[in-house]
């Protein structure tokens, strides 16, 4: 962190790191399908946990992509779209759902009896499958969020469209993302065509 930065810049995950986090689910159990799919979600749309939890079917069209968030934080709500993988994830899931959960279906994140899963759960969890798949940083599912933003703002380099997003009421709360990024740039540039003085 850089001596002007009066704030912490948050961790993310490298396409690598997130790619061994998602090869660590065992697909053969319901819970491995759900919490893989749950990750792929999250680091896709930058859902909170709170928001991610309490998701329900009826509130994603698998035909569209389109996924409202209910009274995220601060109450409001806000449009996320879902892309064709993760709908396809989505939908190959649902089935699986219906024939190995009991219980109210009503949610797509659901323990074995049919119940929502819980946050401390899916807190426990990520760090599990993240310390599995030999990430030595500090993994919870908010690093997941910032992953998709960050990833999201050096795509589009759009801050405003991050901003929606996120579903953040400030703009200097989304902010934080741009420093990340021009961290990458600086860090890029001096050692960009850099070679060992030779004398002369």
């Keep these: 962190m850089k001596k002007w930065q009066t704030f912490k810049i948050p961790e993310v995950l490298t396409d690598t790191e997130q790619a061994a986090l998602l090869a660590q689910p065992n697909l053969r159990y319901p819970t491995g399908a759900r919490n893989r799919t749950m990750i792929q979600l999250m680091l896709d749309t930058g859902l909170r946990l709170a928001e991610a939890c309490n998701l329900r079917w ?4 698998l035909n569209t992509g389109k996924l409202m968030v209910r009274r995220g934080k601060g109450a409001k709500d ?18 699986r759902q219906a024939k190995d959960v009991k219980g109210n279906l009503e949610h797509p994140f659901t323990t074995l009896a049919g119940k929502p899963v819980s946050p401390r759960y899916v807190e426990a969890m990520v760090k599990r499958l993240a310390a599995k798949a030999g990430i030595e940083k500090n993994v919870h599912p908010h ?8 990833d999201l703002y050096r795509e589009t380099t759009n801050i405003r469209l991050t901003q929606k997003a996120l579903g953040h009421s400030n703009l200097a709360t989304t902010q934080i993302y741009t420093h990340i990024v021009d ?6 540039m001096k050692s960009f065509r850099q070679t060992t003085a030779v004398a002369v």
């Design 58 to 61: 009826k509130d994603i069209d």
């Design 78 to 95: 806000r449009t996320l779209w879902i892309g064709e993988e993760d709908l396809a994830l989505l939908r190959t899931w649902r089935q």
């Design 143 to 150: 690093t997941l969020r910032h992953t998709f933003a960050t």
């Design 183 to 188: 961290e990458e740039l600086e860090d890029a």
